[in-house]
Protein backbone atom coordinates (compact mmCIF):
# COMPACT_ATOMS: atom_id res chain seq x y z
CA UNK A 1 0.00 0.00 0.00
CA UNK A 2 3.11 2.43 -0.98
CA UNK A 3 1.06 5.46 -2.10
CA UNK A 4 0.42 9.34 -1.71
CA UNK A 5 -1.53 11.50 0.78
CA UNK A 6 -2.41 15.16 0.19
CA UNK A 7 -3.63 17.12 3.17
CA UNK A 8 -4.94 20.87 2.56
CA UNK A 9 -5.03 23.79 5.22
CA UNK A 10 -6.95 26.45 4.26
CA UNK A 11 -6.37 28.42 7.43
CA UNK A 12 -7.60 32.24 8.13
CA UNK A 13 -3.88 33.23 7.76
CA UNK A 14 -2.40 30.71 5.89
CA UNK A 15 -2.72 27.54 3.13
CA UNK A 16 -0.66 24.67 3.62
CA UNK A 17 -0.24 21.77 1.30
CA UNK A 18 1.47 18.62 2.53
CA UNK A 19 2.32 15.66 0.79
CA UNK A 20 3.19 12.61 2.26
CA UNK A 21 3.95 8.68 1.17
CA UNK A 22 2.33 5.54 2.85
CA UNK A 23 4.93 2.33 3.70
CA UNK A 24 4.11 0.00 5.10
CA UNK A 25 6.52 -0.96 8.17
CA UNK A 26 6.31 -4.69 9.93
CA UNK A 27 2.70 -4.65 8.71
CA UNK A 28 1.72 -1.00 10.57
CA UNK A 29 1.10 1.79 7.80
CA UNK A 30 3.44 5.10 8.43
CA UNK A 31 4.12 8.36 6.63
CA UNK A 32 6.90 9.98 5.34
CA UNK A 33 6.34 13.50 4.14
CA UNK A 34 7.39 14.14 0.34
CA UNK A 35 6.45 17.86 -0.23
CA UNK A 36 5.45 21.01 1.39
CA UNK A 37 4.09 24.62 0.35
CA UNK A 38 3.04 26.81 2.53
CA UNK A 39 1.65 30.39 1.29
CA UNK A 40 0.26 33.30 3.48
CA UNK A 41 -2.74 34.57 2.33
CA UNK A 42 -4.45 36.85 5.19
CA UNK A 43 -7.68 35.38 4.41
CA UNK A 44 -9.34 36.42 7.44
CA UNK A 45 -8.28 40.35 7.08
CA UNK A 46 -10.92 40.53 4.06
CA UNK A 47 -13.69 40.01 6.50
CA UNK A 48 -15.57 43.27 6.99
CA UNK A 49 -17.87 44.54 9.45
CA UNK A 50 -20.33 42.35 8.37
CA UNK A 51 -18.69 39.31 8.32
CA UNK A 52 -18.49 39.42 4.34
CA UNK A 53 -15.65 38.63 2.60
CA UNK A 54 -13.74 40.67 -0.12
CA UNK A 55 -13.60 40.40 -3.11
CA UNK A 56 -9.26 40.75 -3.25
CA UNK A 57 -9.61 37.96 0.16
CA UNK A 58 -11.22 35.96 -2.42
CA UNK A 59 -8.84 36.45 -5.25
CA UNK A 60 -5.86 35.47 -3.16
CA UNK A 61 -7.01 32.39 -2.20
CA UNK A 62 -8.54 31.13 -5.66
CA UNK A 63 -4.80 32.17 -6.91
CA UNK A 64 -3.23 29.95 -4.33
CA UNK A 65 -5.65 26.99 -4.44
CA UNK A 66 -5.27 26.97 -8.11
CA UNK A 67 -1.60 26.86 -7.40
CA UNK A 68 -1.90 23.63 -4.93
CA UNK A 69 -4.31 22.02 -7.59
CA UNK A 70 -1.74 22.17 -10.10
CA UNK A 71 0.47 20.32 -7.57
CA UNK A 72 -3.02 18.23 -6.63
CA UNK A 73 -3.19 17.06 -10.41
CA UNK A 74 -2.50 13.52 -10.77
CA UNK A 75 -4.52 12.66 -7.53
CA UNK A 76 -7.82 10.52 -6.86
CA UNK A 77 -10.25 12.10 -4.97
CA UNK A 78 -10.26 9.45 -1.80
CA UNK A 79 -6.14 10.19 -1.48
CA UNK A 80 -7.39 13.79 -1.15
CA UNK A 81 -8.55 15.90 1.89
CA UNK A 82 -8.81 19.47 2.24
CA UNK A 83 -10.07 21.45 5.25
CA UNK A 84 -11.05 24.97 5.44
CA UNK A 85 -11.72 26.80 9.20
CA UNK A 86 -12.90 29.97 11.21
CA UNK A 87 -12.84 32.33 8.30
CA UNK A 88 -14.77 29.71 6.10
CA UNK A 89 -17.04 29.22 8.91
CA UNK A 90 -17.72 32.58 9.66
CA UNK A 91 -18.08 34.33 6.61
CA UNK A 92 -21.71 35.03 5.17
CA UNK A 93 -20.87 34.67 1.86
CA UNK A 94 -19.08 31.30 2.03
CA UNK A 95 -21.60 29.61 0.02
CA UNK A 96 -21.22 31.95 -2.78
CA UNK A 97 -17.02 31.68 -2.16
CA UNK A 98 -17.18 27.82 -1.74
CA UNK A 99 -17.99 26.11 -5.37
CA UNK A 100 -14.94 28.77 -7.14
CA UNK A 101 -12.58 27.82 -4.52
CA UNK A 102 -13.51 23.84 -5.65
CA UNK A 103 -13.14 24.43 -8.83
CA UNK A 104 -9.86 26.09 -8.40
CA UNK A 105 -8.41 23.04 -5.91
CA UNK A 106 -10.29 20.29 -8.31
CA UNK A 107 -10.68 18.80 -5.04
CA UNK A 108 -13.93 19.08 -2.72
CA UNK A 109 -13.50 21.62 0.60
CA UNK A 110 -14.83 20.16 4.14
CA UNK A 111 -15.73 23.51 5.87
CA UNK A 112 -14.47 21.78 9.21
CA UNK A 113 -16.28 22.73 13.14
CA UNK A 114 -13.88 23.89 15.45
CA UNK A 115 -13.98 20.86 17.66
CA UNK A 116 -13.00 18.99 14.54
CA UNK A 117 -10.41 21.40 13.77
CA UNK A 118 -9.72 20.69 17.81
CA UNK A 119 -9.29 16.87 17.03
CA UNK A 120 -7.06 16.75 13.69
CA UNK A 121 -4.44 19.63 15.59
CA UNK A 122 -4.61 16.99 18.54
CA UNK A 123 -4.29 13.63 16.25
CA UNK A 124 -1.09 16.00 14.17
CA UNK A 125 0.42 17.03 17.12
CA UNK A 126 0.52 14.03 19.01
CA UNK A 127 1.88 11.90 16.28
CA UNK A 128 4.98 14.19 16.23
CA UNK A 129 5.59 13.10 19.66
CA UNK A 130 7.50 10.82 21.74
CA UNK A 131 4.45 8.06 23.35
CA UNK A 132 3.47 9.10 26.54
CA UNK A 133 0.62 7.86 29.22
CA UNK A 134 1.13 11.39 30.29
CA UNK A 135 -1.92 14.01 29.83
CA UNK A 136 -1.20 16.66 27.41
CA UNK A 137 -2.27 19.85 26.56
CA UNK A 138 -2.14 21.81 23.06
CA UNK A 139 -2.43 24.80 22.36
CA UNK A 140 -3.14 26.10 18.23
CA UNK A 141 -3.41 29.81 17.89
CA UNK A 142 -4.93 30.24 14.50
CA UNK A 143 -5.47 33.26 12.49
CA UNK A 144 -8.87 33.25 13.26
CA UNK A 145 -9.56 30.94 16.06
CA UNK A 146 -7.54 29.14 18.80
CA UNK A 147 -7.72 25.49 19.83
CA UNK A 148 -7.39 24.16 22.91
CA UNK A 149 -7.17 20.72 23.89
CA UNK A 150 -6.50 18.08 26.67
CA UNK A 151 -5.82 14.20 25.74
CA UNK A 152 -3.92 10.99 26.67
CA UNK A 153 -2.18 8.94 23.83
CA UNK A 154 -3.82 9.28 20.69
CA UNK A 155 -7.24 10.28 22.58
CA UNK A 156 -8.52 13.80 22.73
CA UNK A 157 -10.31 14.54 25.46
CA UNK A 158 -11.64 17.75 26.12
CA UNK A 159 -11.68 20.09 23.10
CA UNK A 160 -12.74 23.60 22.46
CA UNK A 161 -12.48 26.33 19.65
CA UNK A 162 -12.10 30.18 20.90
CA UNK A 163 -12.95 32.73 18.79
CA UNK A 164 -9.91 34.37 18.79
CA UNK A 165 -6.98 34.56 16.58
CA UNK A 166 -3.27 36.00 15.83
CA UNK A 167 -4.76 37.75 12.98
CA UNK A 168 -8.13 39.01 13.81
CA UNK A 169 -6.21 40.19 17.06
CA UNK A 170 -3.13 41.98 15.38
CA UNK A 171 -6.05 43.82 12.96
CA UNK A 172 -8.56 44.77 16.21
CA UNK A 173 -5.79 46.16 18.59
CA UNK A 174 -3.03 47.12 16.37
CA UNK A 175 -4.35 47.47 12.80
CA UNK A 176 -1.40 50.54 11.82
CA UNK A 177 1.37 48.10 13.65
CA UNK A 178 1.65 50.28 16.76
CA UNK A 179 2.13 48.82 19.96
CA UNK A 180 1.53 50.11 23.07
CA UNK A 181 0.91 49.08 26.70
CA UNK A 182 -2.71 49.66 26.82
CA UNK A 183 -3.69 48.01 23.72
CA UNK A 184 -1.60 44.99 24.40
CA UNK A 185 -3.00 45.27 28.01
CA UNK A 186 -7.00 45.46 26.14
CA UNK A 187 -5.55 42.64 23.94
CA UNK A 188 -5.07 40.33 26.81
CA UNK A 189 -7.81 41.57 28.70
CA UNK A 190 -10.57 40.31 25.80
CA UNK A 191 -8.19 37.23 25.17
CA UNK A 192 -8.81 35.99 29.00
CA UNK A 193 -12.41 36.68 28.35
CA UNK A 194 -12.78 34.46 26.05
CA UNK A 195 -10.87 32.01 27.79
CA UNK A 196 -12.13 32.24 31.07
CA UNK A 197 -15.28 29.83 30.24
CA UNK A 198 -12.66 26.84 30.05
CA UNK A 199 -10.66 28.04 32.92
CA UNK A 200 -12.16 26.01 35.92
CA UNK A 201 -12.69 22.70 33.58
CA UNK A 202 -8.95 22.45 32.29
CA UNK A 203 -7.55 23.57 35.27
CA UNK A 204 -9.65 20.73 37.02
CA UNK A 205 -8.53 17.99 34.57
CA UNK A 206 -5.06 19.14 34.52
CA UNK A 207 -1.87 17.90 32.22
CA UNK A 208 1.94 17.10 32.35
CA UNK A 209 2.60 18.20 29.53
CA UNK A 210 1.85 21.67 26.73
CA UNK A 211 2.48 22.19 23.54
CA UNK A 212 1.89 24.70 20.99
CA UNK A 213 1.53 24.10 17.04
CA UNK A 214 1.36 26.02 14.03
CA UNK A 215 2.74 29.89 13.98
CA UNK A 216 2.61 31.61 16.70
CA UNK A 217 3.88 28.92 18.99
CA UNK A 218 6.69 28.47 17.12
CA UNK A 219 7.85 31.50 16.35
CA UNK A 220 6.99 32.59 20.23
CA UNK A 221 9.08 29.53 20.54
CA UNK A 222 12.04 30.94 18.35
CA UNK A 223 12.31 34.47 19.52
CA UNK A 224 12.17 33.84 22.89
CA UNK A 225 14.98 31.34 23.28
CA UNK A 226 17.62 32.95 20.30
CA UNK A 227 16.72 36.50 22.10
CA UNK A 228 17.79 34.92 25.21
CA UNK A 229 14.60 35.93 27.21
CA UNK A 230 14.22 32.30 28.00
CA UNK A 231 15.75 28.93 27.80
CA UNK A 232 13.39 26.23 28.28
CA UNK A 233 10.87 27.08 25.68
CA UNK A 234 8.03 29.38 25.83
CA UNK A 235 7.48 30.65 29.43
CA UNK A 236 5.49 34.10 30.80
CA UNK A 237 8.64 35.43 32.22
CA UNK A 238 10.23 35.16 28.61
CA UNK A 239 7.11 36.65 26.93
CA UNK A 240 6.87 39.34 29.32
CA UNK A 241 10.19 40.17 28.28
CA UNK A 242 8.84 40.08 24.54
CA UNK A 243 6.15 42.02 25.62
CA UNK A 244 8.50 44.70 26.78
CA UNK A 245 10.65 44.70 24.41
CA UNK A 246 8.02 45.41 21.37
CA UNK A 247 6.02 48.16 23.57
CA UNK A 248 9.70 49.98 23.97
CA UNK A 249 10.25 50.00 20.00
CA UNK A 250 6.30 50.92 19.48
CA UNK A 251 6.12 48.05 17.16
CA UNK A 252 7.27 44.61 15.89
CA UNK A 253 10.95 45.39 13.82
CA UNK A 254 12.55 42.27 12.80
CA UNK A 255 16.00 43.10 12.86
CA UNK A 256 15.70 43.60 16.69
CA UNK A 257 13.82 39.97 16.91
CA UNK A 258 15.80 37.38 15.80
CA UNK A 259 14.53 33.83 14.93
CA UNK A 260 11.36 35.89 13.73
CA UNK A 261 10.04 35.53 10.41
CA UNK A 262 9.19 38.46 8.46
CA UNK A 263 5.62 37.33 7.37
CA UNK A 264 5.31 36.78 11.21
CA UNK A 265 5.53 39.97 12.58
CA UNK A 266 2.27 41.56 11.44
CA UNK A 267 0.42 39.23 13.36
CA UNK A 268 2.61 38.55 16.20
CA UNK A 269 1.43 40.99 18.59
CA UNK A 270 -1.96 39.63 18.25
CA UNK A 271 -0.60 35.90 18.83
CA UNK A 272 1.43 37.39 21.79
CA UNK A 273 -1.40 38.96 23.36
CA UNK A 274 -4.03 35.56 23.53
CA UNK A 275 -0.78 33.28 24.82
CA UNK A 276 0.04 35.19 27.22
CA UNK A 277 -4.12 35.47 28.60
CA UNK A 278 -4.32 31.60 28.29
CA UNK A 279 -0.76 31.26 30.32
CA UNK A 280 -2.53 33.43 33.10
CA UNK A 281 -5.79 31.74 32.59
CA UNK A 282 -5.03 28.06 32.42
CA UNK A 283 -2.09 28.14 34.89
CA UNK A 284 0.66 27.33 32.13
CA UNK A 285 3.80 27.64 33.41
CA UNK A 286 6.16 26.32 30.46
CA UNK A 287 5.77 24.93 27.04
CA UNK A 288 7.18 23.30 24.16
CA UNK A 289 6.54 23.18 20.79
CA UNK A 290 5.20 20.04 18.40
CA UNK A 291 6.14 19.73 14.95
CA UNK A 292 2.37 18.57 13.65
CA UNK A 293 -0.70 20.70 13.15
CA UNK A 294 -4.03 20.33 11.76
CA UNK A 295 -2.31 19.36 7.98
CA UNK A 296 -0.48 16.33 9.64
CA UNK A 297 -4.31 15.61 11.55
CA UNK A 298 -5.63 15.40 8.21
CA UNK A 299 -3.11 13.21 7.17
CA UNK A 300 -3.02 10.85 9.60
CA UNK A 301 -6.71 10.89 9.60
CA UNK A 302 -7.15 10.06 5.69
CA UNK A 303 -4.46 7.37 6.28
CA UNK A 304 -7.19 5.84 8.82
CA UNK A 305 -9.50 6.06 6.52
CA UNK A 306 -7.49 4.11 4.29
CA UNK A 307 -6.74 1.26 6.70
CA UNK A 308 -10.42 1.23 7.66
CA UNK A 309 -9.89 2.81 10.59
CA UNK A 310 -12.29 5.47 9.89
CA UNK A 311 -13.19 7.99 12.58
CA UNK A 312 -16.43 8.34 11.84
CA UNK A 313 -17.29 4.74 11.68
CA UNK A 314 -16.40 5.31 15.46
CA UNK A 315 -18.31 8.86 15.69
CA UNK A 316 -21.11 6.65 13.84
CA UNK A 317 -21.23 3.81 16.60
CA UNK A 318 -21.17 6.27 19.96
CA UNK A 319 -24.39 8.06 18.21
CA UNK A 320 -25.85 4.71 18.03
CA UNK A 321 -25.43 3.56 21.82
CA UNK A 322 -25.88 7.32 22.99
CA UNK A 323 -29.43 7.55 21.21
CA UNK A 324 -30.43 4.18 21.59
CA UNK A 325 -30.66 3.35 18.07
CA UNK A 326 -32.40 -0.65 17.42
CA UNK A 327 -28.78 -2.13 15.78
CA UNK A 328 -30.39 -5.00 14.01
CA UNK A 329 -33.30 -2.86 12.25
CA UNK A 330 -30.20 -0.15 11.32
CA UNK A 331 -28.63 -3.41 10.41
CA UNK A 332 -31.40 -4.21 7.66
CA UNK A 333 -31.95 -0.71 6.79
CA UNK A 334 -28.72 -0.27 5.75
CA UNK A 335 -27.89 -3.73 4.03
CA UNK A 336 -31.04 -2.92 1.71
CA UNK A 337 -30.25 0.70 0.78
CA UNK A 338 -26.66 -0.40 0.03
CA UNK A 339 -27.92 -3.05 -2.40
CA UNK A 340 -30.24 -0.74 -4.13
CA UNK A 341 -27.56 1.78 -4.48
CA UNK A 342 -24.84 -1.18 -5.33
CA UNK A 343 -27.31 -2.12 -8.35
CA UNK A 344 -27.67 1.21 -9.67
CA UNK A 345 -23.99 2.70 -9.56
CA UNK A 346 -20.76 1.06 -10.12
CA UNK A 347 -18.26 0.88 -7.35
CA UNK A 348 -15.69 3.63 -7.72
CA UNK A 349 -14.50 6.70 -6.14
CA UNK A 350 -17.50 8.88 -7.77
CA UNK A 351 -19.83 7.91 -5.65
CA UNK A 352 -17.86 6.33 -2.46
CA UNK A 353 -18.24 8.94 -0.11
CA UNK A 354 -22.35 8.99 -1.11
CA UNK A 355 -22.54 5.56 -0.69
CA UNK A 356 -20.68 6.40 2.91
CA UNK A 357 -23.30 8.89 3.69
CA UNK A 358 -25.87 6.51 2.99
CA UNK A 359 -24.83 3.61 5.21
CA UNK A 360 -24.24 5.99 8.10
CA UNK A 361 -27.83 7.52 7.60
CA UNK A 362 -29.29 3.99 7.57
CA UNK A 363 -26.97 3.12 10.66
CA UNK A 364 -28.85 6.87 12.25
CA UNK A 365 -32.04 7.35 10.53
CA UNK A 366 -34.09 5.97 13.78
CA UNK A 367 -31.84 8.52 16.27
CA UNK A 368 -35.17 11.04 16.54
CA UNK A 369 -36.89 8.27 18.33
CA UNK A 370 -35.08 9.24 21.37
CA UNK A 371 -36.62 12.58 21.75
CA UNK A 372 -40.29 11.76 19.89
CA UNK A 373 -41.75 9.31 17.53
CA UNK A 374 -44.00 11.84 16.05
CA UNK A 375 -41.64 13.16 13.22
CA UNK A 376 -38.90 11.83 14.49
CA UNK A 377 -37.05 11.94 11.20
CA UNK A 378 -36.88 15.76 11.72
CA UNK A 379 -35.47 15.03 15.14
CA UNK A 380 -32.86 12.88 13.66
CA UNK A 381 -31.65 15.44 10.74
CA UNK A 382 -31.62 18.19 13.53
CA UNK A 383 -29.33 16.09 15.45
CA UNK A 384 -26.86 14.87 12.28
CA UNK A 385 -26.57 18.43 10.93
CA UNK A 386 -25.75 19.88 14.52
CA UNK A 387 -24.07 17.66 16.80
CA UNK A 388 -20.94 17.18 17.27
CA UNK A 389 -19.66 14.67 15.29
CA UNK A 390 -15.62 13.81 15.25
CA UNK A 391 -14.23 13.16 12.00
CA UNK A 392 -17.44 14.59 9.85
CA UNK A 393 -17.34 17.94 8.18
CA UNK A 394 -20.07 20.28 8.13
CA UNK A 395 -21.05 19.14 4.64
CA UNK A 396 -20.69 15.74 6.07
CA UNK A 397 -23.39 16.70 8.41
CA UNK A 398 -25.53 18.30 6.01
CA UNK A 399 -25.30 15.45 3.74
CA UNK A 400 -26.59 13.04 6.77
CA UNK A 401 -29.23 15.38 7.63
CA UNK A 402 -30.55 15.91 4.05
CA UNK A 403 -30.90 12.12 3.51
CA UNK A 404 -32.38 11.64 7.31
CA UNK A 405 -34.94 14.23 6.43
CA UNK A 406 -36.21 12.74 3.08
CA UNK A 407 -36.05 9.09 4.03
CA UNK A 408 -40.01 9.51 4.85
CA UNK A 409 -42.66 12.07 4.60
CA UNK A 410 -42.92 14.62 1.87
CA UNK A 411 -40.72 14.83 -1.09
CA UNK A 412 -41.06 18.65 -1.44
CA UNK A 413 -39.09 20.10 1.61
CA UNK A 414 -35.92 18.64 -0.24
CA UNK A 415 -35.90 20.67 -3.01
CA UNK A 416 -34.18 23.70 -2.23
CA UNK A 417 -31.36 21.19 -0.23
CA UNK A 418 -30.50 18.66 -2.82
CA UNK A 419 -27.27 19.15 -4.90
CA UNK A 420 -26.99 16.14 -7.37
CA UNK A 421 -29.34 13.84 -9.31
CA UNK A 422 -27.39 11.13 -7.31
CA UNK A 423 -28.44 12.38 -3.90
CA UNK A 424 -32.05 12.38 -4.98
CA UNK A 425 -31.38 8.54 -6.00
CA UNK A 426 -29.66 7.52 -2.55
CA UNK A 427 -32.75 9.22 -0.51
CA UNK A 428 -34.49 6.67 -2.88
CA UNK A 429 -33.00 3.66 -1.69
CA UNK A 430 -33.51 4.88 2.32
CA UNK A 431 -36.42 5.37 1.42
CA UNK A 432 -37.46 2.10 -0.23
CA UNK A 433 -35.34 0.16 2.17
CA UNK A 434 -37.31 1.59 4.78
CA UNK A 435 -40.49 0.87 3.78
CA UNK A 436 -39.47 -2.93 2.96
CA UNK A 437 -38.17 -3.26 6.61
CA UNK A 438 -40.81 -1.76 8.02
CA UNK A 439 -41.82 -5.08 9.97
CA UNK A 440 -38.56 -4.85 11.65
CA UNK A 441 -37.94 -8.56 10.57
CA UNK A 442 -35.29 -10.17 8.51
CA UNK A 443 -36.19 -10.54 4.83
CA UNK A 444 -34.08 -13.57 3.11
CA UNK A 445 -34.06 -12.40 -0.23
CA UNK A 446 -35.43 -8.43 -1.24
CA UNK A 447 -38.86 -9.19 -3.11
CA UNK A 448 -37.87 -5.80 -5.82
CA UNK A 449 -35.43 -4.30 -7.29
CA UNK A 450 -34.73 -0.70 -8.22
CA UNK A 451 -33.57 1.13 -11.89
CA UNK A 452 -32.69 4.29 -13.06
CA UNK A 453 -32.82 6.10 -16.81
CA UNK A 454 -32.19 9.55 -15.86
CA UNK A 455 -34.87 11.35 -13.99
CA UNK A 456 -37.17 7.75 -14.29
CA UNK A 457 -37.18 5.50 -11.05
CA UNK A 458 -38.45 1.81 -11.99
CA UNK A 459 -39.07 -0.62 -9.17
CA UNK A 460 -39.96 -4.13 -10.37
CA UNK A 461 -41.80 -6.07 -7.45
CA UNK A 462 -42.69 -9.65 -6.81
CA UNK A 463 -46.15 -9.63 -7.73
CA UNK A 464 -46.92 -12.50 -5.22
CA UNK A 465 -45.32 -10.75 -2.49
CA UNK A 466 -47.10 -7.32 -3.37
CA UNK A 467 -50.11 -8.99 -2.53
CA UNK A 468 -49.55 -10.27 0.22
CA UNK A 469 -48.55 -6.76 1.63
CA UNK A 470 -51.46 -4.69 1.01
CA UNK A 471 -49.75 -1.83 3.43
CA UNK A 472 -46.52 -2.01 1.36
CA UNK A 473 -48.16 -1.93 -1.95
CA UNK A 474 -50.33 1.29 -0.69
CA UNK A 475 -47.07 3.11 0.60
CA UNK A 476 -45.45 1.95 -2.94
CA UNK A 477 -47.88 3.60 -4.99
CA UNK A 478 -47.86 6.79 -2.77
CA UNK A 479 -44.56 7.25 -4.14
CA UNK A 480 -45.51 7.93 -7.53
CA UNK A 481 -47.07 11.23 -6.12
CA UNK A 482 -44.09 12.54 -4.05
CA UNK A 483 -42.03 11.81 -6.69
CA UNK A 484 -43.89 13.39 -9.19
CA UNK A 485 -43.67 16.96 -7.17
CA UNK A 486 -40.05 16.89 -7.16
CA UNK A 487 -39.69 16.12 -10.68
CA UNK A 488 -39.36 12.85 -11.29
CA UNK A 489 -41.10 9.29 -12.98
CA UNK A 490 -41.77 6.87 -9.78
CA UNK A 491 -42.87 3.34 -11.71
CA UNK A 492 -43.99 0.47 -10.02
CA UNK A 493 -44.19 -2.78 -12.33
CA UNK A 494 -45.32 -5.93 -11.14
CA UNK A 495 -42.87 -9.41 -11.90
Request: proline share 3%.
Amino acid sequence: MDHLLAAVDIGSNSFRLSVARVVQHEGEPQLYPVDRLKETVRLAAGLDENNVLSQDAIDRAIAVLGRFGERLHSFIPSRVRAVATNTFRVARNTPEFLPRAEAALGFPIEVIAGREEARLIYLGVVHSLPASDNKRLVIDIGGGSTEVVIGKGLEPGLMTSLHMGCLTYSRQFFADGVITAERMRQAEMMARREAEVISKTYRRTGWKEAFGSSGTAKALYAILTECGFSDRGITRAGMNKLKERIIRSGRVIPSELPGIKLERAAVLPGGLAIMGALFDELGIEQMDTGDGALRVGVLHDLLGRDVAKDTRDQSVRQFMKRYHVDMNQAQRVRQAALKFFDTIYEPGDKHAELRNALAWTADLHEVGLSIAHGAYHKHTAYVLANADMPGFSQADQELLALLALGHQGKLTKLESMVRHRSQWVAILCLRLSVLLMRRRADIAQLPLSVTVDGKRFVVHVNQMWLAKHPLSEYTLRSEEAEWRKVGFTFEVREL
